[in-house]
């Protein structure tokens, strides 16, 4: 059993205006996932530096973060960001180039957890429907297109306030939805903003909104997390 989680963590500036990377690290605790995607890890301008900084990680957490080597004082690719257990094995990881007008990425992973290999994929969609469209098809044919398959879970912020149409609809032709619920905005959740998806070949035994009093005000979004085994 492998549980994952998703968080659009907005740079760790919580609901009360205030940048508190340790909040958002006992945020992440509190959930205890094997894999995490976040989304808005890092600084929005400048060296674009990762919010939580590498000795965070190392002396307050479980986790670390996969390098993808784009810039070198970020954790992930345009604010997108995959964590992984400490003895976790990394397999392989790269940066999904998205189209989008505004800068848009997706990262991706296959790590080695509990002696089983799972592909993660990690986005954080456009507001725009239309390139959420073209993003959720890029990363479908990224993923077609791989010489190797694996055990998929792809999770992230859509952006998309439809109940199944849009990207949506897209991305049920070839995963399933784990049940999470609202997610947006943290204080008082009316929408399904934040997604978890799992390949077929994969079972979802358990998911949810992980909704605290530390949750609530670490960010504008509450994390999202699912538990995935192989079929």
Not at 50 to 56: C, F, K, M, S, Y
Not at 125 to 151: E, M
Request: hydrophobic content about 45%.
């Amino acid at each position: 059993m492998i549980k994952v989680a998703s968080y659009n963590m907005r740079k760790s500036i919580g609901t009360d205006r205030r940048r508190r990377p340790e909040r958002t690290l006992q945020v992440l605790c509190e959930i205890g996932a094997d894999v995490v995607a976040l989304q808005e890890a890092d600084r929005r301008f400048g060296t674009r530096e990762a919010v939580l900084g590498g000795h965070l990680l190392a002396e307050h957490s479980p986790w670390k973060a996969i390098p993808f080597g784009v810039r070198a004082r970020s954790m992930g690719w345009h604010g997108n960001a995959l964590l992984v257990r400490q003895d976790a094995q990394v397999l392989d990881c790269e940066a999904i180039h998205l189209p989008a007008l505004e800068p848009r990425g997706a990262v991706m992973a296959d790590v080695r957890i509990h002696g089983e290999v799972l592909r993660v994929v990690g986005m954080h969609l456009d507001l725009s429907g239309l390139w959420r469209r073209r993003q959720a098809h890029a990363i479908l044919a990224h993923l077609a297109a791989s010489t190797r398959q694996y055990p998929t879970v792809m999770m992230g912020d859509l952006n998309e306030w439809s109940a199944g149409s849009g990207c949506l609809r897209d991305f049920a032709a070839h995963f399933q939805f784990a049940p999470t619920g609202k997610s947006f905005h943290a204080r008082r959740p009316v929408a399904r903003l934040d997604r978890i998806m799992a390949s077929h070949d994969l079972e979802i035994s358990a998911a949810g909104v992980h909704d605290t009093p530390s949750s609530r005000t670490a960010s504008d979004h509450l994390p999202i997390w699912a538990t995935v085994a192989p079929r």
